[in-house]
């Protein structure tokens, strides 16, 4: 059984694969061909925003994202422990501070209490508030921002934290790296915030066959600044440069994939939604297991489906019953990134942030993919049942 089965995918869109594949190959253009914006203007169109901007990964999405606002030594960007670290990352390669957010137990989304509790806090230099990272920075720390993380593809409760994030004057990244094909209230994930990030990497519910990622935004200013960071920030031409940027741009042929992918995604999201339900219904009455909460005028792109177990032993057993099936799992996240080595010089420490620590225990990832049978999914539920 497979985690997440690209091989059926494929087999369906093979020719269309092969022969977008063959468009580039024959016009030559491997490096911003026209596939770039043919791929960008059906996105975008798709979420309903005026602008994307395709790039190299979803990690240079959120690094594009802050260069874009010019965060770097002395700035805060908030966010959640509770995700890859790539979130992070991208705050401290520019020399800002990541204070991070605790999760809601229910959704594994930043809680938005918590995050007006961690601005309190670092207004009032109160670590008894929220937990605050020890800096050796002799600047003063500026709130600057915040990303938001669409966990597991489910978005993240955008109204509040909007609304937390505008009364302190800080710009709101979603980092939507799981969440392509989701909505929350009738609006596409990647349509909140000031600009969206996604990623295309290939497990991802719109992936390619390598790297590639994507900046939405409605700011015209923003995507100008984006395009031009992409490419070593160039103006007028590649050897007018004005301002530093990188080198992330998305291969012409990664695009092509990706086009003839996107003809069939809404329909696997529909088939996401049905093998979701169904996991609902054979797992929902072992009442030890915590399943999946989609709140009300939510959708999840279901980048994962990932169950609570009722303690790490209790996963553990799990997780061994169902390898004996032959069945393959995944433990996302099984640290915190407050507790990773990465960030060790911030001083967070175990308890910090309760809920994300005892999810990290307790969570694992069943195989999900539009493409899994109902037949499996019973299979996957008799193992756990072994044991719950």
Not at 111 to 138: F, M, W
Not at 149 to 167: H, N, Q, T, W
Not at 299 to 310: K, T, V
């Amino acid at each position: 059984m497979q985690f997440i089965d690209l091989a059926t995918q494929q087999k369906r869109i093979r020719n269309k694969i092969e022969a977008n594949i063959a468009a580039v190959l024959d016009h030559g253009k491997y490096i911003m061909g026209p596939e770039i914006k043919t791929l960008e203007n059906r996105l975008a169109n798709y979420v309903g925003v005026k602008h994307a901007i395709g790039c190299a990964s979803g990690t240079d999405a959120l690094l594009m994202a802050l260069m874009a606002y010019q965060v770097g030594p002395g700035d805060v960007i908030f966010t959640s422990p509770f995700t890859f670290i790539a979130t992070a990352e991208v705050i401290s390669l520019l020399g800002a501070i990541p204070i991070f957010v605790d999760i809601d137990p229910d959704t594994f989304n930043m809680d938005p209490v918590k995050l007006d509790h961690a601005l309190s806090a670092l207004e009032a230099d109160d670590s008894d508030l929220c937990p605050l990272p020890i800096t050796n920075s002799q600047l003063p720390l500026a709130p600057k921002g915040v990303i938001a993380v669409d966990i597991f593809g489910l978005p993240a409760d955008y109204e509040p934290i909007s609304a937390v994030a505008e009364k302190h004057d800080l710009f709101l990244i979603e980092d939507a790296a799981q969440s392509f094909g989701a909505e929350l209230n009738g609006k596409k994930a990647c349509s909140f915030g000031n600009i969206a990030c996604t990623s295309f990497f290939p497990a991802k519910p719109l992936g390619c066959y390598g790297d590639g990622g994507m900046c939405f935004t409605d700011d015209d200013g923003l995507a100008n600044i984006m395009e031009s960071l992409r490419v070593h920030g160039k103006g007028d031409d590649k050897y007018d440069n004005v301002r530093i940027g990188i080198n992330g741009r998305l291969d012409s042929l990664q695009a092509a994939i990706l086009l003839a992918k996107f003809d069939i995604f809404p329909e696997e999201m529909e088939l996401r939604q049905q093998v979701a339900n169904r996991y609902a219904t054979l797992l929902g009455s072992y009442p030890q297991l915590r399943i999946p909460s989609i709140p009300p005028g939510a959708s999840s792109a279901w980048a994962q489906y990932s169950i609570l177990a009722a303690d790490q032993h209790q996963r553990n057993e799990m997780q061994s019953s169902l390898k004996d099936a032959g069945i393959p799992t995944a433990i996302y996240y099984p640290q915190p990134l407050h507790l990773q080595s990465a960030f060790d010089s911030l001083g967070y420490k175990k308890g910090d942030f309760p809920v994300s620590e005892d999810c990290a225990h307790r969570i694992f990832s069943l195989p999900m993919h539009p493409y899994l049978k109902k037949e499996e999914q019973q299979i996957i539920t008799d193992s756990i049942g072994r044991i719950v």
